[in-house]
């Protein structure tokens, strides 16, 4: 069997989740959309079930996924429906949708719901994606306020550069995010990973965990707080010695300086693994800090085997609790987030 095996620590979920949710007080969603960024959503629901105030996900299928799976806690639509028809679904399965533009308010309130529905109404506070802008935002609340059928309304907005500590973007979004609710009673939701762990000021009623859940810092590097939920590894399954002046891989685009012990690993981009992080790359073969040589293929990639003892059969850790992924991530120009929704063909293996 091919040995590429995403190792999912469950204990580390939910130690994440307990750290952050003491840092931001209140109630806590844990965001699972996207398969729990990479993590199998399923399964992550279920070790979260007895902690979690309520999940996130983004479509209504994601959603309904977790209720058939027996998930019975909260579950927000952080995009809201795409079809007026959802709402049906929306009803049947006890879910908070989200609120962001005209039409959507619109068909919420003219559907004809069998329960009350607590409705997320979401401003615009800046980041101009989604919402209502927050000259608009008081008149799209009181007709919720108005409509029978809604509970509650949650106030949420969604920071644009949280995880830009420099940045000054964030407090004018507070800023525009409480005086567009202001003298509007309810529950409020700002904080996302970056703010729970770095905002204060954005700590509200719910905050919503994302990346930092997984144990991923969303400022780059490392926090100290937070432990890599998942651990991505393989073994190597070949190695040869080059002579200096070697080329390797496609386009021979790395040549040797020296002799070199070069080993072959189970891995690639069609695994999901940035064929841009090609050479240096960090990884670690047997618990000790190594690079990828030469371009990443499809299905393998190739590395430098520094220790004599590496070779045939060892461990090769990708990014885990060695390598941390957001190194991985800079090296091959992008964001964890990317590198964790795009893992496919590993096998998952889930440690309780």
Same mark, same amino acid.
Not at 328 to 336: D, E, F, P, R, Y
């Given at each position: 069997?091919?040995?590429?095996?995403?190792?999912?620590?469950?204990?580390?979920?939910?130690?994440?989740?307990?750290?952050?949710?003491?840092?931001?007080?209140?109630?806590?969603?844990?965001?699972?959309?996207?398969?729990?960024?990479?993590?199998?959503?399923?399964?992550?629901?279920?070790?979260?079930?007895?902690?979690?105030?309520?999940?996130?996900?983004?479509?209504?299928?994601?959603?309904?996924?977790?209720?058939?799976?027996?998930?019975?806690?909260?579950i927000?639509?952080?995009?809201?429906? *795409?079809?007026?028809?959802?709402?049906?679904?929306?009803?049947?399965? @006890? &879910?908070?949708?989200? !609120?962001?533009?005209?039409?959507? #308010?619109?068909?919420?309130?003219?559907?004809?719901?069998q329960?009350?529905?607590?409705?997320?109404?979401?401003?615009?506070?800046?980041?101009?994606?989604?919402?209502?802008?927050?000259?608009?935002?008081?008149?799209?609340?009181?007709?919720?306020?108005?409509?029978?059928?809604?509970?509650?309304?949650?106030?949420?907005?969604?920071?644009?550069?949280?995880?830009?500590?420099?940045?000054?973007?964030?407090?004018?979004?507070?800023?525009?995010?409480?005086?567009?609710?202001?003298?509007?009673?309810?529950?409020?939701?700002?904080?996302?990973?970056?703010?729970?762990?770095?905002?204060?000021?954005?700590?509200?009623?719910?905050?919503?965990?994302?990346?930092?859940?997984?144990?991923?810092?969303? *400022?780059?590097?490392?926090?100290?707080?937070?432990?890599p939920?998942? @651990? &991505?590894?393989?073994q !190597?399954?070949?190695?040869?010695v #080059?002579?200096?002046?070697?080329?390797?891989?496609?386009?021979?685009?790395?040549?040797?300086?020296?002799?070199?012990?070069?080993?072959?690993?189970?891995?690639?981009?069609?695994?999901?693994?940035?064929?841009?992080?090609?050479?240096?790359?960090?990884?670690?073969?047997?618990?000790?800090?190594?690079?990828?040589?030469?371009?990443?293929?499809?299905?393998?990639?190739?590395?430098?085997?520094?220790?004599?003892?590496?070779?045939?059969?060892?461990?090769?850790?990708?990014?885990?609790?060695?390598?941390?992924?957001?190194?991985?991530?800079?090296?091959?120009?992008?964001?964890?987030?990317?590198?964790?929704c795009?893992?496919?063909?590993?096998?998952f293996?889930?440690?309780?």
């Open positions: 069997m091919r040995p590429l095996n995403a190792q999912i620590r469950l204990d580390y979920l939910r130690e994440n989740y307990q750290t952050l949710k003491n840092l931001h007080g209140g109630k806590m969603l844990a965001v699972v959309k996207a398969d729990a960024y990479g993590h199998g959503a399923v399964r992550c629901a279920h070790a979260l079930a007895d902690l979690a105030d309520g999940f996130a996900v983004a479509t209504l299928d994601e959603a309904v996924e977790l209720r058939k799976h027996g998930i019975k806690q909260p927000v639509l952080l995009e809201g429906v *795409f079809e007026a028809e959802e709402y049906a679904k929306v009803d049947e399965y @006890r &879910l908070w949708p989200a !609120v962001g533009s005209q039409w959507q #308010l619109e068909a919420l309130i003219a559907y004809p719901w329960q009350p529905v607590k409705v997320w109404l979401k401003m615009d506070s800046g980041m101009h994606r989604a919402g209502f802008f927050p000259h608009n935002y008081s008149s799209a609340y009181t007709a919720l306020k108005q409509c029978p059928n809604v509970a509650d309304i949650v106030k949420f907005s969604h920071f644009a550069c949280a995880d830009e500590p420099e940045n000054g973007m964030t407090e004018m979004q507070l800023e525009a995010f409480d005086l567009g609710c202001e003298g509007l009673a309810g529950e409020e939701s700002l904080a996302n990973s970056a703010a729970i762990l770095n905002v204060p000021q954005a700590r509200r009623d719910w905050g919503r965990a994302g990346i930092a859940l997984y144990g991923i810092s969303p *400022f780059g590097g490392t926090d100290e707080r937070l432990k939920v998942m @651990r &991505l590894v393989t !190597v399954f070949g190695e040869r #080059l002579q200096p002046h070697s080329p390797i891989g496609y386009g021979a685009t790395f040549y040797t300086s020296k002799s070199t012990r070069v080993g072959l690993i189970a891995c690639g981009y069609a695994d999901g693994y940035p064929r841009r992080a090609s050479t240096d790359s960090p990884v670690a073969v047997d618990g000790k800090r190594s690079r990828v040589i030469g371009r990443v293929s499809m299905d393998m990639m190739t590395i430098e085997l520094n220790a004599a003892q590496d070779g045939l059969g060892h461990e090769v850790e990708l990014w885990g609790d060695v390598v941390n992924i957001n190194e991985v991530a800079q090296a091959a120009g992008t964001i964890a987030y990317e590198l964790l795009n893992i496919k063909r590993a096998k293996t889930y440690y309780e």
